[in-house]
């Protein structure tokens, strides 16, 4: 069943997200880094632009979940994107750049731009730049979030308002 309406909403945008991921993934593969993964990104960038930073900062940086961050960081250090190095507090990890990243940055760089450029083609395609809907959406979603909005649904059916 396909629907351009609310219904199915979380599966049509995993799905928009996956096509979006697996094509810059596949870049990837064009570009000779099998294993780079597109969550490993924001990351990079934000170790490129700050320096070394806590898994707890990058997190914040990037609007991801401690635990999200320590596991992308994980599997970036499997690839040897990243390092953990103790911190000033014996329990903080600071994560930095390992040399191999690092000669790999202009060739991100490049292909980071030619997302961007792809994305604002794409946008213009479309009737409403879609990075501004989903700024807005995420705003409506942090005024009342839609665990809230589902309750007040289910309230408002149980009670026939």
Do not use: C, N
């Not at 993934?25 to 960038?45: E, H, K, M, S, W």
């Not at 898994?55 to 992308?72: C, F, K, N, P, Y």
């Not at 390992?98 to 792809?118: G, I, N």
Request: aromatic residues 4%; neutral net charge.
């Amino acid at each position: 069943m396909t629907s351009s309406g609310p219904e199915l909403l979380g599966t049509r945008l995993r799905h928009l997200l996956d096509q979006l991921d697996a094509a810059v993934g596949q870049v990837y593969a064009d570009l000779g880094l099998p294993g780079f993964r597109v969550r490993f990104t924001p990351i990079i960038r934000v170790l490129a632009a700050a320096g070394p930073s806590s898994i707890r900062d990058l997190a914040e940086a990037i609007g991801v979940t401690h635990s999200a961050a320590s596991q992308t960081v994980a599997q970036m250090v499997k690839e040897d994107l990243v390092v953990r190095v103790p911190g000033d507090d014996a329990r903080q990890r600071i994560v930095r750049l390992t040399p191999k990243a690092q000669r790999l940055l202009p060739m991100l760089e490049s292909e980071w731009e030619a997302t961007k450029a792809a994305a604002t083609a794409l946008e213009a395609e479309l009737p409403f730049p879609l990075s501004h809907l989903i700024d807005e959406t995420l705003a409506a979603l942090g005024r009342r979030s839609m665990h809230r909005r589902i309750s007040d649904a289910l309230s408002e059916r149980s009670t026939g308002k």
